[in-house]
């Protein structure tokens, strides 16, 4: 799998020795506990077993393990595994490359890799990770009885990482489906998959976040687990503890590659809405809106007149988008959709696209502190190019920047009217996290086109601002405390 579990067992030798009617936990004789007195065999006593607290999952293993499968993949060029794990998505993998079969050209050479699935029917449809199967030229999946079967790819959708698999199979042992909204922080799971190749692997944590929002996955609102799960174990079900999936592990969060006790696993009722319909249409339709979003801190709240950091901050307006086409600006804080309040900025995407091309909706705003409202008629997203990179931007005096005005070509490479290269960052500026390279556009809403202008509006504000930036191809806000 694109990273530590203690064991949580207790003796509990004082509650045995109450039941035992022992008065003393330590026999006098011998200045050891009974339980360790029995276990040692003093007085020819037999060797006791000592009980553990904690879950026992050995009946949810013996009973849908088998519907857990082993999916390996062979392609041509990079595998799955170069393609997911690569900093910075720390993206669980199908595996580690099993070799090549002969010395192809380079790009050329045949690659294999691991991962995992679970069969939710009995005529052999199976769920995985869109990464482990993408790209494949040939797929087999190996039961826990040792049969394998040639699969072919129903389809999948990279957006949420969800694939769905087909074997020509018939009675074969499926998972039960459960509810993953119902998951609390701190309740038991059991992941089972295929590690490093190892097939029917059972590991368990604890759940230890609920819709986690990650960098590049605007769609999911991940499980986060301490779950030990390794490349390989892509595709395999999160069990709770009454047998029941709540999730498909999808990625680790590593420096090492390895396990490092951030594991992520996708919620089943995504996974499952998703795969009904790669199996009636063969991909999926979204809505697009053209619009990025970022999330509003408190600082950010406070330079927007904003009294808590409630809602979506749009950092991004495509120009030839919905968003844009219905006046929707960069700044907007978007509070409500259809009457719906917008708590965070990752409830606003996957809303969207939840949503049919061409639905008109109405969107709740809030706007240089003024309560507004814009109706749009949102798209249909469909892949887009690749933006040029961005340069990044700030400004000077009072903020702690150094800058200098864009040339008509660095503006252009970036599509921008104008801004201000950032060249040195020190005090508020680099507080804030802004970086040489980053390009200022705008100052508490006001566009940046000269030092001088930045200068007088840096010189007016308060002690609080908001400097648009951009950076690497993407626009963001950052937060500054002037004092």
Known sequence: ????????????????????????????????????????????AVPATVPVAGPD?????????????????EGTGRSPVDEEASPPD??????????????????DQPVFGLGSGFIISQDGMILTSAHVVAGATEITVRLSDQREFTAKVVGLDRPTDVAVVKIDAQDLPTVAIGDASRLRVGSWVLAIGSPFGFDSTATAGIVSATARALPQQAYVPFIQTDVPVNPGNSGGPLFNANGEVIGINAQIYTDTGGFQGLSFAIPIDIAIKVAHKLAADGAITRGWLGAGVQELTQPLADAFGLPKPRGALISNVDKRGPAAAAGLHVGDVVTAVDGVAITRSFDLPPKVADMAPGTRTTFDIWRRGTATQLSITVGELKVAPTPAPAKPAVGQGRLGLSVRALSPQEAQAIDESGGLLVQAVSGPAARAGMLAGDVILAFNGEPVSSVASL?????????????????????????????
Not at 22 to 37: I, W
């Open 1 to 44: 799998m694109p990273s530590r579990v203690t064991s949580r067992s207790l003796v509990i030798a004082a509650f045995l020795a109450a039941l035992a009617g022992t008065v003393s936990l330590f026999d006098p004789a011998h200045n050891v506990g009974p339980v360790a007195r029995a276990a040692s065999g003093f007085d020819g």
């Open 57 to 73: 999952f050995s009946g949810i293993v013996e009973r849908y393990g088998p519907a857990v499968v082993n999916v390996a993949v």
């Open 90 to 107: 720390h993206g669980l993998t199908p595996g580690e490359p099993r070799g090549s079969r002969s010395p192809a050209r380079p790009g």
């Open 455 to 483: 200068r007088a509006l840096a010189e007016k504000s308060g002690g609080h601002a908001a400097l648009l930036i951009r950076r690497e191809g993407a626009t963001l806000y950052l937060p500054l405390t002037l004092g």
